[in-house]
């Protein structure tokens, strides 16, 4: 799993998480040389400060971030309430960035990142006058990334259209002094309890030269006191940096296979259909994205990649089918996906047409019993395009013309 300025995506084996856990990719530090690195104060919750008193009218069911949410926040950002804290509340340190050598930004978060109604808090403090040169994530945009870590970590979509949205100007404490922030909240989607308690909202602030931007679910910036980090702060973010990579891990080990069970009562070509559909129609959103430029929203289930499950299902059964070893089954299922997905960048009568449904249905066939199905000459075509790749560009625009010549003529002739 990588945790960023992206999204979070989790990773299947166990030497990835190792690496992680003791090393960021391309950048070469240990979580606890980060901190060591850090020539600019970081900011984080204060667990002592006057924020304790909000995470205590939460859980008495008081007015958060938005208003009440009748007591179901959980977890305790502070840890000063009375009663056991969630199991998913710690601190930990969730990003950073460098560039020629020197941080950027650090992020840190704190509070019960288990819960959709928190009380959660990310803080990510940029190095001062960064601002200048670099260009930092609007409001929405933390907001949006706030509702993707709980998809990508809880496999819960929150919806992509908030039921509410207001901007404002509120102050938060920072080292007990007043400071201005910027807010952009977003009320959850539905209306009552469940609405509020979705409440995501995310602030910017300048201390020192240093912009902080601050997302938060389930406590407001009025409860929140913030204070740099002091050096016997360290252990306990790097530590719980490693706790959070392996709760995540686990819970998505968890998730996988309850997946695959439903995978496995799958039958014949079920899971080849499934793997197909879900690639157009990701592939058909990216397209839609980029023609757009960036004015078409991706949903959120498609903006990872296919999982894991989907391919190892249809993997399963192409074994089965075809009689083919895992490495020849891998290939097929794998050139099948690349060939419908070729093929749907470059003809607009793929989806949602019956003509698209009888070429996905008759690539199925081919793929898994080599059938003789009336688009052969196209599925012949396709796998000389996928070995001209390595003879030249002029080699590559041939064999792609009478690929796609093929398939005209088998939806010409399928007309009549």
């Not at 009218?57 to 008081?62: C, D, E, K």
């Not at 559909?277 to 929203?297: D, I, P, Y």
């Amino acid at each position: 799993m990588t945790i960023s300025s992206g999204s979070w995506a989790a990773e299947p084996d166990d030497d990835a998480l190792r690496a992680l856990t003791e090393r960021e990719p391309g950048q070469g530090l240990e979580p606890a040389e980060v901190f060591e690195e850090l020539d600019f104060l970081v900011y984080s919750v204060n667990r002592a400060g006057r924020g304790a008193r909000g995470i205590a009218r939460a859980q008495a069911g008081g007015p958060v971030a938005g208003g009440d949410v009748d007591g179901t926040a959980g977890g305790d950002v502070h840890g000063v309430t009375d009663g056991a804290a969630s199991a998913g509340d710690s601190d930990a340190m969730t990003g950073y960035e460098s560039a020629n050598g020197e941080l950027c930004w650090v992020e840190l978060r704190s509070g019960d990142w288990t819960s959709l109604e928190g009380p959660y808090v990310t803080v990510r403090t940029y190095q001062p006058g960064v601002q200048r040169h670099t260009p930092l994530p609007e409001l929405e945009e933390l907001v949006e990334r706030e509702r993707d870590r709980v998809y990508e970590q809880l496999g819960i979509d929150e919806g992509d259209s908030p039921g509410q949205v207001r901007a404002m100007r509120e102050w938060i404490s920072v080292e007990g002094e007043p400071v201005a922030v910027q807010i952009h909240e977003e009320r959850g989607a539905g209306s009552g309890p469940s609405g509020l308690a979705r409440t995501v909202w995310a602030g910017r602030l300048l201390v020192y030269g240093s912009v902080v931007l601050i997302c938060g679910r389930g406590i407001g910036p009025a409860d929140i006191e913030l204070s740099h980090l002091r050096h016997h702060d360290y252990e306990r973010f790097a530590v719980g940096r490693t706790a959070l990579l392996r709760q995540v891990r686990a819970r998505r080990v968890a998730r996988v296979a309850q997946a695959q069970r439903s995978q496995l009562a799958l039958t014949g070509m079920d899971a080849h259909r499934a793997l197909l559909e879900f690639s157009v129609e990701r592939a058909m959103a990216h397209r839609a994205h980029r023609l757009s430029c960036g004015r078409t929203k991706l949903p959120r289930r498609l903006r990872v990649a296919e999982p894991p499950e989907q391919w190892e299902a249809a993997i399963r059964q192409q074994m089965r089918y075809a009689g083919e070893d895992r490495g020849e089954a891998g290939e097929a299922v794998g050139l099948m996906v690349a060939h419908l997905l070729a093929l749907a960048e470059r003809v607009e009568w793929l989806v949602g047409t019956e003509a698209g449904r009888d070429a996905l249905e008759e690539l199925l066939r081919y793929t898994v019993f080599a059938s003789q199905v009336p688009s052969l000459a196209a599925q012949s075509a396709w796998a000389e395009l996928a070995g001209s790749r390595g003879l030249g560009p002029e080699a590559v625009e041939l064999a792609e013309r009478a690929w796609l010549a093929a398939w005209e003529r088998w939806r010409r002739e399928r007309a009549h």
